[in-house]
Nanobody, 127 residues
Framework: QVQLVESGGGLVQAGGSLRLSCTASGRAFGIYAMGWFRQAPGKEREFVATINWSGGGTYFADSVKGRFTISRDNAKNTVYLQMSSLKPEDTAVYYC????????????????????WGQGTQVIVSS
C-alpha cells in the first residue's frame, strides 16, 4: 500500500510563496495521476490541482489558477505544489492524493477519484 508524506507547509504572509512536496513510497508512482486538495476549518475538502501520470497535463481549481503550479519528479516519487501570491483564504491543511486508476488524465477533481491520501501539511497565510 502506498504511503504519501507531505511537507513544506508553514506560516507565510499574504503575497508570499510556499512549495509543498509529497513523496510516495513504493513502486509505480509514475503511472498514477496525483492531486492536491485542501481543507479549511469548518469546511469541506476542496480540490486544488491535479497532474497526470507523465506530468504533461495539469488541472487547477479556478481559485488557484495562475497562482499555483503543480509538477512532479517521477524519479524521486515526488509531486510538488508551488504556491505564489498567497491569500489568507488559502489557509488550510493541504493533502496530496494518488488517483485510483493508472494512466488517467489530469481532469480529476473529485476526492472519490483518489484512493490514497497523505496526512496533510498545514499552511497558514497571515494578512
Amino acid at each position: 500500500q502506498v504511503q504519501l508524506v507531505e511537507s513544506g507547509g508553514g506560516l507565510v504572509q499574504a503575497g508570499g510563496s510556499l512549495r509543498l512536496s509529497c513523496t510516495a513510497s513504493g513502486r509505480a508512482f509514475g503511472i498514477y495521476a496525483m492531486g492536491w486538495f485542501r481543507q479549511a476549518p469548518g469546511k469541506e475538502r476542496e480540490f486544488v490541482a491535479t497532474i497526470n501520470w507523465s506530468g504533461g497535463g495539469t488541472y487547477f481549481a479556478d481559485s488557484v489558477k495562475g497562482r499555483f503550479t503543480i509538477s512532479r519528479d517521477n524519479a524521486k516519487n515526488t509531486v510538488y505544489l508551488q504556491m505564489s501570491s498567497l491569500k489568507p483564504e488559502d489557509t488550510a491543511v493541504y493533502y496530496c492524493a494518488r488517483a485510483r486508476g493508472a494512466l488517467t488524465s489530469a481532469n480529476l477533481a473529485d476526492p472519490g477519484d483518489f484512493g490514497s491520501w497523505g496526512q496533510g501539511t498545514q499552511v497558514i497565510v497571515s494578512s
